[in-house]
Protein backbone atom coordinates (compact mmCIF):
# COMPACT_ATOMS: atom_id res chain seq x y z
CA UNK A 1 0.00 0.00 0.00
CA UNK A 2 1.22 3.51 -0.63
CA UNK A 3 1.36 6.34 1.75
CA UNK A 4 -1.72 7.42 0.89
CA UNK A 5 -3.88 5.04 1.77
CA UNK A 6 -2.64 5.86 5.70
CA UNK A 7 -3.44 8.55 7.68
CA UNK A 8 -1.01 9.17 11.04
CA UNK A 9 -2.93 9.98 13.82
CA UNK A 10 -1.02 11.78 16.67
CA UNK A 11 -1.40 10.42 20.31
CA UNK A 12 1.52 9.50 22.58
CA UNK A 13 2.02 6.74 20.09
CA UNK A 14 2.00 7.42 16.72
CA UNK A 15 -0.63 4.40 14.60
CA UNK A 16 -1.73 4.51 11.01
CA UNK A 17 -5.43 4.43 10.48
CA UNK A 18 -6.62 3.12 6.71
CA UNK A 19 -8.03 6.19 5.07
CA UNK A 20 -11.45 4.53 4.76
CA UNK A 21 -11.78 3.68 8.52
CA UNK A 22 -11.17 7.24 9.09
CA UNK A 23 -13.72 8.61 6.30
CA UNK A 24 -16.27 5.64 7.51
CA UNK A 25 -16.53 5.70 10.99
CA UNK A 26 -14.24 9.24 12.11
CA UNK A 27 -12.11 9.44 14.88
CA UNK A 28 -13.74 8.43 17.62
CA UNK A 29 -15.97 5.20 16.41
CA UNK A 30 -17.43 5.12 19.98
CA UNK A 31 -19.23 8.51 19.08
CA UNK A 32 -20.13 7.44 15.36
CA UNK A 33 -21.94 4.35 16.51
CA UNK A 34 -23.77 6.61 19.58
CA UNK A 35 -24.74 9.14 16.09
CA UNK A 36 -25.68 5.65 14.21
CA UNK A 37 -28.29 4.39 16.92
CA UNK A 38 -29.90 7.56 17.46
CA UNK A 39 -30.23 7.64 13.95
CA UNK A 40 -31.76 3.73 13.56
CA UNK A 41 -34.12 5.18 16.88
CA UNK A 42 -35.20 8.79 15.33
CA UNK A 43 -36.15 6.74 12.09
CA UNK A 44 -38.17 3.78 13.29
CA UNK A 45 -39.80 6.10 15.75
CA UNK A 46 -40.61 8.42 13.12
CA UNK A 47 -42.17 5.82 11.00
CA UNK A 48 -43.96 3.95 13.72
CA UNK A 49 -45.84 6.71 14.93
CA UNK A 50 -45.36 9.64 12.68
CA UNK A 51 -45.64 8.53 9.56
CA UNK A 52 -47.19 5.47 8.22
CA UNK A 53 -46.64 3.71 4.81
CA UNK A 54 -49.73 2.65 3.08
CA UNK A 55 -49.97 0.42 0.48
CA UNK A 56 -53.60 1.75 -2.10
CA UNK A 57 -55.38 -1.41 -3.19
CA UNK A 58 -58.20 -0.30 -5.57
CA UNK A 59 -59.35 2.74 -8.51
CA UNK A 60 -61.19 4.44 -5.81
CA UNK A 61 -58.93 7.39 -5.87
CA UNK A 62 -57.76 7.30 -9.41
CA UNK A 63 -56.28 9.75 -11.45
CA UNK A 64 -54.58 11.20 -7.80
CA UNK A 65 -53.37 8.32 -6.13
CA UNK A 66 -52.91 5.09 -8.28
CA UNK A 67 -53.60 1.04 -7.05
CA UNK A 68 -50.49 -0.44 -5.94
CA UNK A 69 -48.27 2.71 -5.03
CA UNK A 70 -47.05 3.38 -1.75
CA UNK A 71 -47.56 6.91 -0.10
CA UNK A 72 -47.30 8.29 3.64
CA UNK A 73 -49.87 9.26 6.07
CA UNK A 74 -49.01 11.99 8.91
CA UNK A 75 -50.42 11.40 11.60
CA UNK A 76 -49.41 14.44 13.66
CA UNK A 77 -51.15 16.39 11.01
CA UNK A 78 -54.29 17.23 13.03
CA UNK A 79 -53.03 17.93 15.87
CA UNK A 80 -53.11 21.74 15.55
CA UNK A 81 -56.10 21.90 13.87
CA UNK A 82 -59.15 20.05 12.43
CA UNK A 83 -59.18 17.88 8.90
CA UNK A 84 -60.78 20.22 6.05
CA UNK A 85 -62.56 19.81 2.85
CA UNK A 86 -60.34 18.46 0.27
CA UNK A 87 -57.73 16.73 1.99
CA UNK A 88 -57.09 13.18 1.37
CA UNK A 89 -57.00 11.33 4.65
CA UNK A 90 -56.47 7.69 5.95
CA UNK A 91 -59.33 5.88 7.68
CA UNK A 92 -59.05 3.39 10.14
CA UNK A 93 -61.81 0.59 9.66
CA UNK A 94 -60.49 -2.66 11.47
CA UNK A 95 -56.70 -1.21 13.09
CA UNK A 96 -54.03 0.04 11.76
CA UNK A 97 -53.23 -1.81 9.05
CA UNK A 98 -56.41 -2.01 7.18
CA UNK A 99 -57.26 1.82 6.02
CA UNK A 100 -59.39 3.50 3.41
CA UNK A 101 -57.87 6.43 1.48
CA UNK A 102 -60.60 9.15 0.88
CA UNK A 103 -61.25 12.62 0.14
CA UNK A 104 -62.74 14.82 2.71
CA UNK A 105 -65.90 16.78 0.90
CA UNK A 106 -68.46 16.91 4.06
CA UNK A 107 -67.66 18.82 7.17
CA UNK A 108 -69.14 18.24 10.87
CA UNK A 109 -72.64 19.96 10.57
CA UNK A 110 -72.77 20.58 6.98
CA UNK A 111 -76.08 18.85 4.88
CA UNK A 112 -74.69 17.06 1.63
CA UNK A 113 -76.25 15.95 -1.10
CA UNK A 114 -75.34 14.45 -4.82
CA UNK A 115 -77.66 14.72 -7.80
CA UNK A 116 -76.73 14.26 -10.84
CA UNK A 117 -73.15 13.04 -10.10
CA UNK A 118 -72.80 16.85 -8.72
CA UNK A 119 -72.53 17.21 -5.01
CA UNK A 120 -73.92 20.26 -2.93
CA UNK A 121 -72.98 21.70 0.47
CA UNK A 122 -76.01 22.83 2.20
CA UNK A 123 -77.87 23.34 -1.43
CA UNK A 124 -74.66 24.61 -3.45
CA UNK A 125 -72.12 23.17 -5.65
CA UNK A 126 -68.90 22.44 -4.70
CA UNK A 127 -66.22 22.76 -6.87
CA UNK A 128 -64.31 19.24 -7.18
CA UNK A 129 -61.19 20.27 -10.08
CA UNK A 130 -59.87 16.50 -8.75
CA UNK A 131 -62.70 14.28 -10.17
CA UNK A 132 -62.25 14.17 -13.65
CA UNK A 133 -64.84 11.58 -14.88
CA UNK A 134 -68.47 11.93 -12.96
CA UNK A 135 -71.64 9.18 -13.60
CA UNK A 136 -74.45 10.26 -12.60
CA UNK A 137 -74.59 9.44 -9.12
CA UNK A 138 -77.61 10.39 -6.78
CA UNK A 139 -77.26 10.61 -2.94
CA UNK A 140 -80.12 11.92 -0.79
CA UNK A 141 -79.31 14.64 1.87
CA UNK A 142 -77.23 13.52 4.28
CA UNK A 143 -77.24 15.76 7.40
CA UNK A 144 -73.21 15.50 9.04
CA UNK A 145 -73.14 15.78 13.20
CA UNK A 146 -70.63 17.40 15.12
CA UNK A 147 -67.87 14.88 14.95
CA UNK A 148 -68.28 13.01 11.62
CA UNK A 149 -66.97 13.89 8.23
CA UNK A 150 -68.44 12.55 4.76
CA UNK A 151 -65.41 11.18 3.03
CA UNK A 152 -65.44 9.67 -0.68
CA UNK A 153 -62.91 8.42 -3.40
CA UNK A 154 -62.02 10.93 -6.27
CA UNK A 155 -63.10 8.30 -9.19
CA UNK A 156 -66.44 9.19 -9.90
CA UNK A 157 -66.06 7.61 -12.97
CA UNK A 158 -67.40 4.04 -11.53
CA UNK A 159 -71.00 2.89 -10.73
CA UNK A 160 -72.00 4.19 -7.25
CA UNK A 161 -72.44 0.38 -5.87
CA UNK A 162 -68.83 -0.37 -6.64
CA UNK A 163 -67.34 2.66 -4.59
CA UNK A 164 -67.19 2.75 -0.59
CA UNK A 165 -68.06 6.19 0.61
CA UNK A 166 -69.79 7.56 3.63
CA UNK A 167 -69.25 9.01 6.85
CA UNK A 168 -66.11 8.67 9.15
CA UNK A 169 -66.32 9.63 12.52
CA UNK A 170 -63.41 12.34 13.67
CA UNK A 171 -61.65 9.58 15.80
CA UNK A 172 -61.21 7.35 12.86
CA UNK A 173 -58.93 9.64 10.61
CA UNK A 174 -55.55 8.76 11.76
CA UNK A 175 -53.82 11.52 9.05
CA UNK A 176 -53.42 13.39 6.36
CA UNK A 177 -51.77 11.53 3.03
CA UNK A 178 -48.82 13.64 2.24
Known amino acids: MSSKDYMTVSNSTETKVPLWQRIVI ?5 VTLIRMVILVVLIVGIYQFVLIPVRITGISMEPTCHDRHVGLVNRLSYYSHEPERSDIVAIKTTGVRIMYL ?18 HINGEPLSEPYVVYKMPWNLPPIPLASNEYFVIGDNRGMPQEQHDFGRAYRNQIVGKKL
Do not use: M
Request: overall charge positive; charged content about 20%.
Open 26 to 30: GRRPV
Open 102 to 119: KRIIGLPGETLSISNGVV
